[in-house]
């Protein structure tokens, strides 16, 4: 015969003070992991969203970032008319040469700069890129030194405000617009004309990288095989997806480290709703012998118990996810290791993130619980009617 649940729920309401203080330690620990998780998910949706399946990144052979890649105008002449290559409305290859290098802006809570990703490319850039819309000002016109910052830029730099100018290169650069890419890294990034970005830093012919749209699927596969065993050209493609898809070690740090602090602030919390469940055992140890006398096995104690602490945990569970609701949608940055610049994105709690955070509680409630009610199971019925 099991004991009700509705005992142990009393249990928890009279010691209400006990119960909330070893509820707010528990929520603490799941608020860093729910944290730390919701983190990780929206720099990995931000960089799903990145990239089209049709596109093909082109670098230089050896190079695993378009920031170390030396892409030359010579190469591109060679690779834009392969066959398999989309074709714009006017006719033209859909191929854009791109230069990336970084820039560092200061920041209110950084007065001495975050590097920022700047990459210069041609009209063609820009039509492939139909995830990217203005939503203030306009588009830059080539050959003058005008940029398109990304949105997040834009709010968390001050100096990228639309109107503002930047100073890099040779000279003052103005901001005449400011982009949406969704939840695709191009928030991070300001957009500059190739051609002058290039004459800037003495770069004319030596640039970063190149990127072509194949006609479909199949193409774009042919394609990569065909420019990545083309000897002549001595290149390295892969799929734009792919390209970011690499990019989620950046993450990886923080999810280690926040899951390490995570886990040792639940070895204390543990030890917490043990403490607890120890001084509920020696509070109730005429109840417990009352209990057995009505017919109620050590099992069914034991079984009590345990699930009062996993009902005291998983309340402060329950209040850590609470907690960590407000960052839903919050825009945070983290260095890129790809990159070695900023990439802007949005917490995103997702179920995931809360189921994973709620059967975290579920087993420090667990862990915590089994040792006090293996001690409540074991009491002789005598003798825990005598104690006080």
Do not use: C
Request: avoid cysteine; proline fraction near 3%; glycine fraction near 10%.
């Amino acid at each position: 015969m099991a004991i009700p649940l509705a005992y142990n729920w009393r249990n928890l309401v009279v010691r209400k003070a006990t119960t909330l203080m070893t509820a707010l330690g528990i929520a603490l620990t799941v608020a860093v992991l729910v944290a730390v998780l919701a983190l990780i998910e929206g720099l990995r949706r931000a960089f799903e969203a990145t990239g089209n399946p049709l596109h093909v990144l082109v670098l230089r052979k050896g190079s695993d970032s378009e920031l170390v890649s030396n892409f030359t105008r010579a190469m591109y002449q060679d690779l834009k008319f392969k066959p398999g290559i989309a074709r714009s409305r006017t006719g033209e290859p859909m191929a854009s040469l791109e230069m990336v290098t970084v820039i560092n802006l200061p920041r209110v809570d950084s007065p001495e700069g975050m590097n920022v990703t700047l990459r210069g490319l041609l009209p063609i850039g820009i039509e492939m890129r139909e995830e990217v819309r203005l939503v203030a000002g306009r588009w830059f016109e080539f050959g003058k030194r005008e940029v398109v910052v990304g949105k997040s830029i834009a709010a968390r730099f001050p100096g990228a405000e639309l109107g503002k100018q930047l100073e890099f290169g040779r000279g003052r650069w103005t901001v005449v617009g400011i982009m949406d890419a969704g939840r695709g890294v191009a928030n991070s990034e300001i957009f500059a004309d190739l051609n002058q970005l290039s004459a800037d830093y003495n770069r004319a012919e030596v640039l970063s990288s190149a990127l072509v749209r194949a006609v479909d699927s199949v193409a774009a596969q042919a394609l990569i095989n065909d420019l990545s065993s083309d000897r002549r050209l001595n290149v390295t493609a892969l799929s734009e997806r792919d390209y970011y898809e690499r990019q989620k070690i950046s993450g990886a740090p923080i999810q280690y480290i926040g899951t390490l602090v995570a886990l040792i602030m639940a070895v204390g919390s543990s030890f917490a709703a043990m403490n607890t469940m120890y001084a509920a055992v020696a509070r109730r140890a005429r109840e417990i012998g009352t209990l057995r006398v009505l017919g109620f096995s050590r099992l069914s104690i034991l079984a009590s118990f345990l699930v009062e602490s996993v009902l005291l945990s998983l309340l402060g569970g329950v209040l850590g996810v609470l907690l960590v609701l407000p960052l839903d949608g919050m825009t945070t940055g983290i260095g890129n290791f790809v990159t070695f610049s900023e990439i802007a994105f949005d917490f995103h709690l997702g179920p995931s993130s809360l189921i994973s955070g709620l059967l975290f509680a579920v087993a420090m409630g667990a862990l915590g619980g089994v040792f006090p009610a293996a001690v409540a199971a074991r009491k002789e019925i005598l003798t825990a009617l005598r104690e006080y």
